[in-house]
């Protein structure tokens, strides 16, 4: 689906990322993960199209899309989540995820009524998040845990075949972070969504993801499954110091 070639991007001299390459499988549920400052946000913001690297390429579905704007690569397939802020703080939880659909369909469901079809698209999305308990609530007055699957939801009712969300657990209170990061895995395998995301919970990442790419100071040091991330010594080196 998604394939990262020597991607390398600088701020001034200091190095970000140096040579990335790795790809995510079609179908798949893939995490990159890393400690602070290793370069996860700044590759998924290239891969959004929100930043230009030095040198590489993004090839989606063996289409070159590097450097293209992140309009154009959201209508390519490629959906993000955003944070809180960027949506309505007033309108309700639907109309929240109505709109999205809205903006994001409008030329696709011109046949259709537009408004109708993005009521059907929005109310499963709803119903799969398990969100019907706060579809009328105004977003502004959600609890924060809510917040960020709704924030899930709007990317889904883009339509995405590619979904990138990173770190979509941040803030969650750890006991709350498993039951939503299921609801991701579930709706993305229903949907047959591709997921690239980070999380900094470990654990998480190994139950859910079927690949995990670990990067650090800007480099990749390890591509694989969870399995053999679990035996790799660098990847233990980086989570668990130098002699374990
Ligand atoms: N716009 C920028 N200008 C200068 N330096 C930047 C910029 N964005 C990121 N960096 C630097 O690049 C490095 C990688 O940052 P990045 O945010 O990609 O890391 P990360 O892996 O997402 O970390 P975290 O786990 O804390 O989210 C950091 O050292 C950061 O300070
Ligand atoms: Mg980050």
Do not use: W
């Not at 370069?39 to 199209?49: D, E, Q, V, Y």
């Not at 929100?50 to 390429?57: A, F, N, S």
């Not at 654990?203 to 390890?222: H, P, Q, T, W």
């Amino acid at each position: 689906m998604l394939q990262i070639k020597n991607i390398s991007k600088s701020f001034d001299k200091f190095l970000a990322l140096s040579n990335i390459s790795f790809n995510a499988p079609t179908g798949k549920i893939t995490a990159i993960i890393g400690p602070n400052g290793a370069g996860k946000s700044t590759l998924f913001n290239i891969i959004s199209g929100h930043l230009k690297p030095d040198g590489g390429k993004i090839i989606l579905k063996d289409k070159d899309i590097t450097g293209l704007a992140p309009h154009a690569i959201s209508s390519l397939g490629i959906g993000r989540t955003f944070q809180i802020p960027s949506l309505f703080p007033k309108l309700t939880v639907k109309e929240n995820i109505m709109a999205a659909s809205i903006v994001h369909n409008r030329t696709t469901f011109k046949f259709f009524g537009l408004d109708s079809k993005s009521e059907i698209v929005t109310d499963s999305i709803i119903d799969k998040m398990n969100l019907s308990e706060f579809s009328g609530t105004p977003v502004g007055s959600l609890p924060y845990g809510v917040g960020k699957e709704l924030e899930i939801a709007i990317a889904i009712a883009t339509d995405p075949k590619l979904l990138l969300m990173d770190e979509p657990t941040a803030g969650i209170p750890k006991t709350e972070v498993g039951q939503i990061i299921k609801k991701i895995k579930d709706l993305c395998e229903l949907e047959n969504i591709t997921v690239l995301f980070t999380e900094h919970d470990i654990s998480f990442v190994l139950s859910i993801a079927s690949k995990i790419v670990v990067m650090n100071y800007g480099e990749l040091i390890f591509e694989g499954t969870p399995e053999e991330a679990m035996k790799s010594s660098d990847v233990k080196e980086i989570y668990l110091g130098k002699d374990a």
